[in-house]
Structure formats: C-alpha cells, structure tokens
T-cell receptor, first 113, second 113 residues
Framework: DADVTQTPRNRITKTGKRIMLECSQTKGHDRMYWYRQDPGLGLRLIYYSFDVKDINKGEISDGYSVSRQAQAKFSLSLESAIPNQTALYFC????????????FGSGTQLSVL | KQEVTQIPAALSVPEGENLVLNCSFTDSAIYNLQWFRQDPGKGLTSLLLIQSSQREQTSGRLNASLDKSSGRSTLYIAASQPGDSATYLCAVKAGSTLGRLYFGRGTQLTVWP
C-alpha cells in the first residue's frame, strides 16, 4: 500500500461545481502539502500544514481551501471549479527534523470543463 | 524570491553514457536541496537530499553535489540505463525549517538502448 494516498486518481467536473480531493498518509509525518503541476510551470504550492492546528497559504491559494481533519488526513477543496484549475494535483508529506525529505502521492488529474 | 532553473529542459542519450543534470538557484540562503524523479502519470520520488552544510550525496549510480556560493547543484548519473528515463526535478528549501520549497521545471531525460 502506498504511504501517501490520493483520491480520486482522475476527476472530470464542470465549471461551478464544488470538488474535494483527499489525501491520507501512513507515514506518521506531521507536515502535509498540496501542490499543483501545470505543463511548463512546474509545481506550485497551494496550501501547507505543519500540524493539525496549523494551516498556511502557499503561492496560489485563491479559489482553494483545505482541511486538516487529522494528522493523517489533508483535503483540498475547490469551492467553485473553473477551467484554469485543470491540472495535476499532488499531496506531499514530510517530517519535521528528519531532513524534511518530501514524499508525494501519485497525484489527481483534475479536468474542469 | 527564490528562482530555480534547470538546464537542459530535455536530454536524449544512448545507454551507458554518464550524464550531468544542472540546477541553479538565485538565493544561496537555502536550508536544503532535493532531487526528484517523476515518471509519466506518477508522483515524485525523492532521490537525494543535500543539507545546506553538505557538499554532496550519493545513492547507487547517482551523485548530487551542492555549491551554495555559486547557487548550483548537479545530479550525476553514471552508466545510464533506459530505466533512468524520466523527468528529474530539483527543489530548494528556503533558509529555515519553516521555509517553503521552490521547484525547477525539470529536465526530461530519455535514455535509448
């Protein structure tokens, strides 16, 4: 089983719909992140959380919200999806103090029509 | 703002060649630097992490070096194999444990038999 699991793997939705992407981890890490990847733009940070009560905006948080339901779970919501949110979304984890190597999920390909 | 550049954007080599991928960054006040591998449709896998106090890290046929003063890192792949074909990304963590990661756009490597 994967250490960092993202669901769903693929999602097609329509403009204006609310979408939730979920991430769970079994690594016991305290830090969790949401990134999006667009062709030619690399990875950009949406939100990150250093523990359950800590939520921080990344460089492109507009149009997104997150919830850290437990240490192992971090969900990303698109309140009203728009076409330019079509991208590959990654969840990642790291542990404070252990070199902070990042571990990624397999990604969610989201298409907004 | 930290900017991370990877050159070349794409590289195609025959099997068996030794090769070097380059990563440069604009702000030398980094906490660490990571090299990742990304296969199509999959997440990122951390290959090597170099702390700011280190000069290099090795894992099997991979060797990563770090020169903070010049803002450069290289990933050396020895005796390349077709299975090494993937996109390689470097990411720089800003100057503290609370800092965020800045990603380059990657080098797409193809190793042909």
């Amino acid at each position: 089983d994967a250490d960092v699991t993202q669901t769903p793997r693929n999602r097609i939705t329509k403009t204006g719909k609310r979408i939730m992407l979920e991430c769970s981890q079994t690594k016991g890490h305290d830090r969790m992140y949401w990134y999006r990847q667009d062709p030619g733009l690399g990875l950009r940070l949406i939100y990150y959380s250093f523990d359950v009560k800590d939520i921080n905006k990344g460089e492109i948080s507009d149009g997104y919200s997150v919830s850290r339901q437990a240490q192992a779970k971090f969900s990303l919501s698109l309140e009203s999806a728009i076409p330019n949110q079509t991208a590959l979304y990654f969840c990642a984890t790291s542990q404070t103090g252990e070199g902070e190597k990042l571990f990624f999920g397999s990604g969610t390909q989201l298409s907004v029509l | 703002k930290q900017e991370v550049t990877q050159i070349p954007a794409a590289l195609s080599v025959p099997e068996g060649e030794n090769l070097v991928l380059n990563c440069s960054f604009t702000d030398s006040a980094i906490y660490n630097l990571q090299w990742f591998r990304q296969d199509p449709g999959k997440g990122l896998t951390s290959l090597l992490l170099i702390q700011s106090s280190q000069r290099e890290q090795t894992s099997g046929r991979l060797n990563a070096s770090l020169d903070k003063s010049s803002g450069r890192s290289t990933l050396y792949i020895a005796a390349s194999q077709p299975g090494d074909s993937a996109t390689y990304l470097c990411a720089v963590k800003a100057g503290s444990t609370l800092g965020r990661l800045y990603f380059g756009r990657g080098t797409q490597l193809t190793v042909w038999p």
